[in-house]
Nanobody
Framework: QVQLVESGGGLVQAGGSLRLSCAAS????????MGWYRQAPGKQRDLVAA???????NYADSVKGRFTISRDNAKNTVYLQMNSLKPEDTAVYYC???????????WGQGTQVTVSS
């Protein structure tokens, strides 16, 4: 059983920062790509940032220059450092991981990020 547990969400004023963490636990061989998605009320879930096992990253245009994704492979953990937050960043943020052996795509439970103006 593979689980992804997120932490670090909360309420912050515009211009502030938050750091999200997501740790994978359970029995598996390795983790391929990991990523963060977000879903605002009434909207679809969109990719925010992703990182491969070798460290290559990609970002949504709306967060480039403000958010940084990183991972610690020894801890099976992915991070999202969010700076210069805007009210439009308000959403539930979900962690995602592609797992090998057992192969599967897993999601965290989501963590709320609210940015006040």
């Amino acid at each position: 059983q593979v689980q992804l547990v997120e932490s670090g969400g909360g309420l912050v004023q515009a211009g502030g920062s938050l750091r999200l963490s997501c740790a994978a636990s359970g029995t598996f061989f390795s983790i391929n790509a990991m990523g963060w998605y977000r879903q605002a009320p009434g909207k679809q879930r969109d990719l925010v940032a992703a990182i491969t096992s070798s460290g290559s990253t990609n970002y949504a245009d709306s967060v480039k220059g403000r958010f940084t994704i990183s991972r610690d492979n020894a801890k099976n953990t992915v991070y999202l450092q969010m700076n210069s937050l805007k009210p439009e960043d308000t959403a539930v943020y979900y962690c995602n991981a592609g797992i090998r052996w057992p192969d599967g795509n897993y999601w965290g439970q989501g963590t709320q990020v609210t940015v006040s103006s």
